[in-house]
């Protein structure tokens, strides 16, 4: 189970730090993910941290940060500068075999937090 927390509004150039927790899952293999879908739009990666390496969509470079805390079972998305494209439901997904920005790659998903920015 993934379980994200962390959206709510915030107005452009602001920031936001989106947190997602695994239960029930091996948290230390694989890669953990977020992913974000606006409203009319596809599913589109946003960063994905792995076990050694971190990649991010070209939108977000720069101004994203993902990173994991095996420990607590918990992979983050600090997100700074928002502007009002980043605006979208976010979600959390895993996988134990593959690492990056194809949505039907991936086992596991949260329910997704909302970012809005205004």
């Known amino acids: 189970q993934l379980v994200e927390s962390g959206g709510g509004s915030v107005q452009a150039g602001g920031s936001l730090t989106l947190s997602c927790v695994a239960s029930?899952?091996?948290?230390?293999?694989?890669?953990m993910s977020w992913f974000r879908q606006a409203p009319g739009k596809e599913r589109e990666g946003v960063a994905s941290?792995?076990?050694?390496?971190?990649y991010y969509a070209d939108s977000v470079k720069g101004r994203f940060t993902v990173s994991r805390d095996n420990a607590k079972n918990t992979v983050y998305l600090q997100m700074n500068s928002l502007k009002p494209e980043d605006a979208a439901m976010y979600y959390c997904?895993?996988?134990?075999?593959?690492?990056?920005?194809?949505?039907?790659?991936?086992?596991?998903w949260g329910q997704g937090t909302q970012v809005t920015v205004s």
């Open positions: 997904a895993a996988s134990q075999a593959y690492c990056g920005c194809n949505v039907a790659a991936y086992n596991y």
């Open positions: 029930g899952y091996n948290f230390t293999r694989g890669c």
């Open positions: 941290a792995g076990e050694i390496s971190t």
